[in-house]
């Protein structure tokens, strides 16, 4: 191609949860193995996608719930995401979800408290992100903003929109994220880049030098 624009499209959630569980599995604590969001990501994410890319921002696509201390904490980290160089942050409220029921079909009953501790169940859902992201997705495309989106997911309800994209504009969508997951998303881009190949660069030497996998010796 004869530009190279990258622009980066993170769904947080969904990349999140699949690091934690890359960093469990490599006996890492999550808490000292985090995502080097300002600058390590991006720069590290379009050396990847294409060595030649001119790297014009990073869109992050969050939900909270608003009831959650733990989660008015992340929406302040996500404030402060959005004033990182390059970056957009999205962020929408979690909303209700249908109360837990007993599974018992002759019961059915609400389920407000755990039986075992008497923590309140709450059951939260994400309304909002996945069209947030389609919708910059497309228009960032329409608006000729890219030539090489990176696109952080594993959701394959992207699937159609990639495939639209890379037609209809004749753009290119770089699959980022872990070995092991889905492939469908991965097969509908133009290119995929795993995570996994290039740990070292995400990580201070200290984690990916000494953090042994369960079972290594």
Same mark, same amino acid.
């Given at each position: ?57 990073? #869109? %992050? ?5 608003? =009831?959650?201390?733990? &989660?008015?904490? !992340?929406?302040?980290? @996500? ?38 501790? #008497? %923590? ?5 859902? =994400?309304?909002?992100? &996945?069209?947030? !992201?389609?919708?910059? @997705? ?80």
């Amino acid at each position: 191609m004869d530009q190279n624009r990258i622009r980066i499209f993170v769904d947080f959630w969904n990349f999140q949860l699949a690091w934690n569980d890359y960093q469990k599995a490599k006996g890492r604590d999550r808490k000292e193995a985090k995502i080097p969001w300002e600058e390590t990501l991006p720069n590290v994410l379009v050396q990847r996608a294409n060595p030649k890319g001119i790297y014009v921002g990073t #869109n %992050v696509y969050a939900s909270i719930d608003p =009831e959650s201390e733990a &989660d008015r904490k !992340l929406n302040r980290f @996500l404030h402060a995401m959005d004033g990182f160089p390059g970056y957009n942050v999205t962020v929408k409220d979690r909303r209700p979800a249908s109360p837990v029921r007993c599974t018992n079909e002759d019961c059915r009953k609400e389920i407000f408290q755990c039986p075992h501790c #008497n %923590v309140e169940l709450r059951r939260t859902v =994400e309304k909002g992100i &996945d069209t947030a !992201l389609l919708t910059d @997705l497309i228009r960032s495309a329409f608006d000729n903003t890219f030539d090489q989106a990176v696109l952080v997911t594993e959701d394959s309800d992207f699937v159609p929109a990639v495939r639209f994209i890379q037609e209809r504009w004749t753009k290119q969508i770089i699959h980022a994220f872990f070995r092991g997951r889905s492939d469908e998303l991965r097969n509908a881009c133009w290119k995929h880049v795993f995570f996994d190949d290039f740990m070292v660069e995400l990580l201070p030497p200290s984690l990916t030098s000494t953090a042994p996998s369960p079972g290594s010796s």
